[in-house]
């Protein structure tokens, strides 16, 4: 199990039922913030490259700052930059792979073909 994928649906489930958030937008970049989903809104994109280029990340991680330069000029192919670094690196160390990052890169593909 992979709590830290869980983080994103616990916390528009929360924001909804506790917070009274009620914004479908805002809750789907809130649910899908860690793994992406095929067919995200512009802001469900941004709050997903957001997290995972924040400036924390990218000092740690150099590899990042193209898709952070990117990032804001064409969205979608940072997304598309973004996991395939990202599902390359988990395939490549056997790790697990969330379904919904492999719907996004294959939805973002095919949209951009």
Do not use: C
């Not at 973004?82 to 490549?92: A, D, I, K, M, V």
Request: no cysteine.
């Amino acid at each position: 199990s992979l709590p830290v994928l869980l983080h994103g649906p616990v916390a528009a489930a929360t924001a909804e039922r506790a917070w009274g958030v009620e914004d479908g937008e805002v809750l789907e970049a809130i649910r899908w913030h860690t793994t992406a989903q095929a067919g995200m809104s512009l802001l469900a994109m941004t709050v997903f490259l957001a997290d995972k280029i924040e400036p924390e990340k990218v000092r740690s991680n150099p590899e990042l700052i193209a898709i952070r330069e990117l990032a804001p000029r064409d969205p979608e192919t940072a997304m598309l930059a973004y996991l395939e670094r990202h599902l390359s690196q988990h395939l490549s160390q056997g790790g697990v792979i969330h379904p919904s990052s492999v719907e996004a890169w294959n939805a973002l593909l095919l949209s951009k073909s």
